[in-house]
């Protein structure tokens, strides 16, 4: 079973006729997603989980999508300790952050930055800062690479 935080769809679903998903969200958001997100073919395979906790368990794989960028270090340091926790040993922790933009003139991503940081103390992360808390929460780096339009993907393991 593989748990993820819900902030797409996936196109290629058709591919795996094996995939099981778990959405764990807010209840709002669950009904948003099996309402009109979610394609109704697929809706049986998806299990949705209403919780509050932003670190489901049970899975083999965690994928957290910007959750990470809404809390100041302290608390990004626990919620990745918990994951950590929750995953068993052969595990993978999938994560997902918008990074520090590229280009220090783009004046949306310094707008995003400062809107984060005045309202939640965390502001857009660098590469090395997002690898630093994910290391103080007791993961590994497995491997690290950029998605596209200034977001990173790095798949962690609990460290050894």
Known sequence: MT??????????????PGLRVRLAALPSVLGVLGGQILDPEVLPRVELVPQTHPVPSGAGTLLLCRLLEWL???????TLSEAAAALPAEGALVLVEQVEAADPDDIDAALHHLRLTAAFG????????????AERAGLAVRACRDVGWDHRLWVLAPAA
């Open 3 to 16: 748990t993820i935080r819900p902030t797409g769809t996936c196109r290629n679903w058709k591919e795996f």
């Open 72 to 78: 100041p270090d302290e608390d990004a340091v626990l």
């Open 122 to 133: 965390s502001g857009l992360r660098s590469v090395k800062d997002v690898t630093a808390l």
